[in-house]
C-alpha cells in the first residue's frame, strides 16, 4: 500500500515531536505536599538531589533562578551534588551561591563516596556554611514551626545502620522530623525510625519514563521498573518524596521523558 506524501510528513512530524520530547532535558519544577497535624503553618523545602557536577548555564543561573522562584524555607541536597569523574567547580559555584541565601543541608550520595575524598567534600561544604548531615540531627524554626532534620551518608559508607540509630534516636515522636538520605531503596531501614518525612534521591527518575504507563525503566540499587524512581509515596506513619535529579550530561545513558528538576516539598496543616 503506497503512503502519500502527506501521510509521511505528519509521521515525520510526529516522529519529530516525540523525539523533541522524550529528549527534553530542560529544568523544571515539581511540587508535593505533606499534610500533617504537627505543624500549624507552612514549611516549604527545596530538593536538590544528583547534580553531579552538570551546569545550568553561566554560574549556574537556571539553577539557581528555579530554587529562587520556589521561595524555599530551606534547602535539603540529597547526595551526589559532587561527581567523582567530572570537574567539581560547577556544583560548588551553585553551593556557594545557595548557601549565601538559603539554610542548607547536606547528605554524602554514592559519587562523593567514589571520590575518595569525603572528609574533603564534607569539610568544603561546612566552611560555605552548609549544615552537613551524618548520622545526627539539627532543630530548626521556620514559620514558627519547629522541625527537626536528620540525615546519614549514603550506605558506600559503611556506616549507614548505625547512622540510622543515631539519627532515629534524634526524631522527634511529637514533632516534624524529617530524614534525608540519598538512597530511596533503603525506606525499610528508614520506617524503623520515627520520621514523618524521607527525602531521597539516586533513582534518576529510573532514566527512561513512558508518561502514563512505567515511571521509570531502570534505577541503581533498584534494577529494572523500581518502586520508587521519583515522586510522593505516602505511608502509614511517613511520606517519602524521591527527586529525579539534576544529572544531565554526567549521565551514559540520555533520559527519555525524564526532565531534570527542581523538588518542592510543601509542608502544611492538616484540616
Not at 553561566?58 to 520556589?70: D, I, N
Not at 514533632?175 to 531503596?185: D, K, Q, T, W, Y
Not at 540499587?221 to 515522586?231: E, K
Request: aromatic residues 6%; negative net charge; proline residues 6%.
Amino acid at each position: 500500500m503506497k503512503v502519500s506524501k502527506r501521510t509521511r510528513r505528519v509521521l515525520a512530524a510526529v516522529c519529530a515531536v516525540t523525539a523533541a520530547a522524550a529528549l527534553d532535558v530542560r529544568l523544571r519544577t515539581v511540587t508535593y505536599t505533606v499534610v500533617t497535624d504537627k505543624v500549624t503553618a507552612p514549611v516549604r523545602l527545596a530538593v536538590l538531589a544528583d547534580l553531579h557536577s552538570c551546569a545550568y548555564g553561566p554560574g549556574q543561573r537556571t539553577l539557581l533562578e528555579a530554587v529562587a522562584a520556589a521561595e524555599p524555607d530551606g534547602v535539603l541536597l540529597a547526595g551526589d551534588i559532587v561527581d567523582d569523574a567530572m570537574p567539581e567547580e560547577p556544583a560548588w559555584t551553585a553551593m556557594e551561591a545557595l548557601a549565601a541565601e538559603y539554610p542548607c543541608f547536606y547528605v554524602t550520595g554514592n559519587h562523593e563516596w567514589r571520590t575518595g575524598e569525603v572528609e574533603r567534600i564534607c569539610r568544603r561544604m561546612e566552611a560555605l556554611g552548609v549544615q552537613v548531615l551524618r548520622g545526627g540531627g539539627v532543630p530548626v524554626e521556620w514559620n514558627g514551626q519547629r522541625l527537626r532534620l536528620c540525615g546519614v551518608d549514603d550506605p558506600d559508607s559503611g556506616v549507614l545502620e548505625a547512622e540510622l540509630e543515631r539519627a532515629g534516636m534524634e526524631a522527634w515522636k511529637d514533632g516534624f522530623s524529617v530524614l534525608v538520605a540519598h538512597r530511596p531503596e533503603k525506606l525499610p531501614l528508614y520506617l524503623r525510625s520515627p520520621f514523618d518525612l524521607v527525602v531521597s534521591g539516586h533513582a534518576h527518575g529510573g532514566q527512561w519514563r513512558l508518561p502514563g504507563l512505567v515511571n521509570g525503566v531502570l534505577a541503581p540499587g533498584q534494577g529494572l521498573f523500581p518502586a520508587y524512581a521519583g515522586g510522593c509515596y505516602g505511608f502509614e506513619e511517613a511520606s517519602l518524596v524521591v527527586s529525579r535529579g539534576l544529572a544531565r550530561e554526567s549521565t551514559r545513558i540520555p533520559r527519555l521523558f525524564n526532565r531534570p528538576e527542581v523538588v518542592v516539598v510543601n509542608i502544611v496543616a492538616g484540616t
